[in-house]
């Protein structure tokens, strides 16, 4: 059995607006709900073997409070193909996993996230939100996954536990 952790980035400052899209940091929300998700991910006692993240600056952010708190200590993913990327991107970064791996975490934005999510298994979510995190399960080879074939796990965000 395989399981695939599918998160959007944590919530982004529009602070400065001449900053570049790319270059936005987490606002003091994000601050507070990455952390807060990541031990709401700790609880289901699954270990992450591998991170994957967009390169960008909240996405990587996010990934690197995520990985603090699972206590991961192997080499994080950077790919700038996941930066806005389309549910095909995404799954194609998924498809390229090496077998080694079990438990992946795979940090991106929308709507591609939410895409690939619909596409991947049976239950239907409108929008993840920012640091919305999908869990899913299957039993095949990364490069083996396809439409509807994952099954749903769980799907946990900050406004369950923040008003």
Same mark, same amino acid.
């Given at each position: 059995?395989?399981?695939?952790?599918?998160?959007?980035?944590? =919530?982004?400052?529009? =602070?400065?607006?001449?900053?570049?899209?790319?270059?936005?940091? /987490?606002?003091?929300?994000? =601050?507070?709900?990455?952390?807060?998700?990541a031990h709401r991910l700790l609880t289901r006692e699954i270990e992450v073997d591998l991170i994957i993240s967009s390169s960008s600056r909240r996405t990587s952010d996010t990934a690197k409070i995520f990985a603090d708190i699972l206590s991961y200590r192997s080499e994080m993913v950077f790919d700038d193909k996941l930066y806005e990327a389309s549910n095909k991107q995404i799954l194609e970064v998924i498809n390229r996993i090496d077998? =080694?791996?079990?438990?992946?975490?795979?940090?991106?934005?929308?709507?591609?996230?939410?895409?690939?999510?619909?596409? /991947?298994?049976?239950?239907?979510?409108d929008n993840i939100p920012t640091t919305g995190i999908v869990g899913l399960s299957f039993n095949n080879d990364w490069r083996n996954i396809r439409e509807r074939s994952c099954s749903f796990l769980f799907f946990d965000y900050p406004k369950k536990y923040f008003s």
């Open positions: 059995m395989r399981n695939i952790f599918l998160l959007r980035h944590a =919530k982004s400052s529009w =602070k400065d607006t001449f900053l570049d899209d790319y270059e936005r940091p /987490l606002n003091n929300r994000g =601050k507070r709900d990455a952390p807060h998700i077998d =080694k791996y079990q438990n992946v975490l795979i940090v991106c934005h929308n709507p591609g996230i939410t895409n690939v999510v619909n596409n /991947l298994c049976d239950f239907f979510i």
